[in-house]
């Protein structure tokens, strides 16, 4: 039996603002947009996405900046972060590094990971799993609030958005 899990390349699409909970959301689609994932994250997460996005440079370097920049000056480069699973309502990450001819994986929060994947160039991928699981939380309000998880409209409203749906993510 081959254990081996089905990777799916995605790219960052755009970001959002869940209309029930405020929340910002960040859309990733493979390029084929036949996958989409849609992440809810927080606020400053969300701030470190957009400005790498927008290419908004800043006066001083922020926390994902920071790490980018010590990365670099250690020789350590990320090679690619996965989206690895959905559990209880919370995606996890893993950040894939590469030092001196080894390979080091980090546990990340998938904001975080996606972040610091935007700052290196590095592909972003999601277990094909993890889709499916997507899939079946239920986004409505009434859920968000109870914390319940079963299929709604929603994921599939947030699936047939297109990145011109989204406009500029503003701060």
């Given at each position: 039996m081959d254990n081996k899990k089905e990777l799916i390349k995605?790219?960052?699409?755009?970001l959002t603002i869940d209309p029930f909970t405020s929340m910002p959301i960040v859309i990733l689609k493979d390029a084929a947009e036949k996958y989409a994932l849609p992440i809810w994250i927080g606020l400053i997460e969300a701030s470190a996405i957009a400005t790498?996005?927008?290419?908004?440079?800043l006066s001083r370097?922020?926390?994902h900046d920071l790490l980018k920049n010590i990365l670099d000056q250690t020789g350590i480069t990320v090679e690619k972060i996965l989206v690895s699973d959905l559990s209880d309502n919370t995606f996890y990450a893993?950040?894939?590094l590469k030092s001196q001819g080894k390979e080091l994986i980090m546990d990340s929060r998938p904001s975080d990971a996606i972040a610091m994947a935007l700052r290196s160039k590095?592909?972003?991928?999601?277990?094909k799993a993890v889709i499916e699981k997507s899939r079946k939380i239920d986004l409505s309000k009434e859920a968000l609030e109870k914390g319940e998880g079963k299929k709604?409209?929603?994921?599939?409203i947030l699936e047939n958005l297109s990145p011109e749906d989204f406009?500029?993510?503003k701060m």
């Open positions: 995605m790219e960052v699409t755009g790498e996005l927008e290419k908004i440079q370097p922020m926390t893993q950040i894939y590095a592909p972003i991928f999601v277990e709604q409209k929603w994921t599939e406009g500029k993510y």
